[in-house]
């Protein structure tokens, strides 16, 4: 079957509109062991069906291509192809993702979720024993399924594409049964501990497989890493035999929408999240709940990046933390910081605050895994202690493992308090800040405050330094530490070597949202 196929819009009260294309249709076992393609022993064979269309500017977000599947099917494979324009300078071109839903429909939430690739591949298969990285094994039962296709960008032209579904006919396997990564680690009891919440394996958009990431991971002193591809959580049977007792794995997904993207961190193992949403449909609060309904954090990442559908538009009510630094440091960086920032300045005494984190979104060589990493003060290397420690804020952002930092504040009564914690003090009670750091050579120290920048210092060529700084609560409500290297473009500060989260003064005691 070739050619442009009939279609329809189907609405649904509160969504995006949803194209959905003609019915594709296929013979059957007997058809294809008598006459089809490939036909075998048992009359086993396999049947090909192509669909070519051309979608219109201001498509939809999604395209369904309902596909009815006949009993005996062992194997369905799809590729696709479509066509980039000729467009003007400053014009998104084509760009078109992919994935699947089983018989089991597409409703939102995802229960007939099989896989999603993006635009990041050219085509995939599943069966019972085995699938592309980003899909699902599991049995191929008959019913209707649908290749949903994602127009990310249409050009002015349309954007043209050919999909080709193949079903190959036969006794299906075994699906095997995931194994999952443990929830804890050996670790060192009560420390700081090293992490990279955001990155990317061959599972989605990324180049490196599991093992080259765990090994990547070590290699950069890491204690705990997260999986984290886009709309799918088929990693998370893929690391068995990776994690050990110096490193943790944790499990997630970063949900890629049109208005932004978030990260779910250190959900349930097999926990799907869908991302089939507008800020508009006001549905984002549902699924946040469910990530953590699932044991996970939810995380928007770089809040502020450029790329066409990456800035964060579903707000931060919802949001756990917030990934401020994303990668190598760049200007989208400094606006998240200062974002954020601002946020701590408008804590009210005992309020709600959002913590922060960094991480390497890493994808491929020569993105760095670690570089940022964020450093957790946890109880223990398990899953439930780092979420615990990020989530409370008690934690600090680094380029790399070289890099430490230490801050707190002592009170003229002798009590102290860290990263993430309250300082209880009156108001004009004296307060002396602590900061030292170590691998940092050349970059300067600063403290930040709900003033501002109060104190900058140059680090020795050794990189290690400290500071004391007094203070008092009624002067300062919050203080953060930077560590930054020497300054780039003139007259803007450097990039970051390190930050921390702040540590509260005066006042009744202030915690995380």
Not at 52 to 63: E, I, Q
Not at 128 to 139: F, R, S
Not at 413 to 438: D, K, M, N, W
Request: with cysteine.
């Amino acid at each position: 079957m070739s050619g442009s196929l009939g279609r329809r819009a189907v609405f649904a009260a509160g969504t995006a509109t949803v194209l959905t294309l003609g019915r594709v249709g296929f013979a059957g076992p007997a058809a294809a062991g008598e006459g089809g393609a490939g036909a075998g022993a048992g009359g086993a064979g396999e049947e090909t069906r192509t669909v070519s269309g051309t979608l219109p500017p201001g498509a939809p977000d999604f395209v369904e291509l309902p596909v009815d599947l006949p009993r005996g099917v062992r194997e369905i494979e799809v590729s696709y192809t479509y066509e980039k324009a000729s467009v003007p300078a400053g014009t998104p071109n084509n760009a078109l993702d992919i994935g699947v839903f089983d018989e089991r429909g597409t409703g939102l939430g995802g229960e007939g979720f099989r896989g999603w690739s993006g635009g990041a591949r050219s085509s995939f298969f599943l069966r019972a024993d085995a699938a592309t990285p980003g899909y699902l094994p599991g049995p191929v039962r008959a019913g209707t399924w649908h290749i949903l296709l994602g127009p990310y960008t249409v050009a002015p032209q349309g954007l043209p594409y050919t999909v080709t579904i193949t079903l190959r006919y036969g006794a299906p396997g075994r699906t095997p049964r995931p194994v999952h990564p443990p929830q804890r680690a050996r670790g060192r009891g009560r420390a700081w501990y090293r992490g990279d919440c955001h990155l990317h394996s061959v599972h989605s958009d990324g180049r490196r497989t599991p093992a080259e990431i765990a090994a990547l991971a070590r290699a950069a002193g890491l204690d705990f890493i997260n999986t984290s591809e886009h709309n799918t959580h088929s990693s998370h049977g893929a690391w068995q035999g990776l994690w050990g007792d110096d490193l943790l794995i944790l499990t997630g997904e970063e949900i890629t929408t049109r208005n932004g993207h978030v990260l779910a961190i250190g959900t349930d193992p097999g926990t799907f999240v869908d991302w089939r949403y507008r800020a508009r449909e006001n549905r984002f609060g549902r699924f946040a709940h469910g990530i953590r309904r699932a044991g996970g954090l939810v995380v928007p990442a770089h809040p502020h990046a450029t790329c066409i559908g990456c800035n964060w538009k579903f707000g931060f009510a919802d949001a756990d933390l917030v990934e401020v630094w994303n990668g190598p440091f760049t200007p989208d960086d400094e606006v998240s910081l200062a974002a954020w920032d601002a946020t701590l300045a408008t804590v009210r005494p005992g309020g709600p605050w959002t913590p922060a984190m960094g991480s390497s979104d890493a994808h491929r060589d020569p993105d760095r895994v670690g570089g940022p990493q964020t450093v957790v003060l946890a109880e223990e290397l398990s899953r439930d202690a780092i979420l615990a420690g990020l989530r409370a804020g008690r934690a600090y952002v680094a380029e790399s493992a070289a890099v430490t930092v230490s801050l707190t504040a002592v009170g003229s009564r002798g009590r102290r308090a860290g990263i993430g914690e309250h300082l209880p003090a009156e108001p004009a009670e004296p307060v002396t800040v602590h900061c030292e750091v170590s691998g940092a050579p050349g970059c300067t120290l600063s403290l930040v405050t709900d003033q501002g920048t109060l104190l900058t210092t140059a680090l020795p060529a050794s990189g290690t330094g400290s500071v004391a700084w007094p203070t008092t609560p009624r002067r300062t409500t919050y203080v953060r530490a930077e560590l930054r290297h020497a300054p780039t473009v003139p007259g803007l500060p450097g990039p970051l070597a390190a930050f921390t989260n702040p540590l509260f003064l005066g006042g009744p005691g202030r915690g995380p949202a």
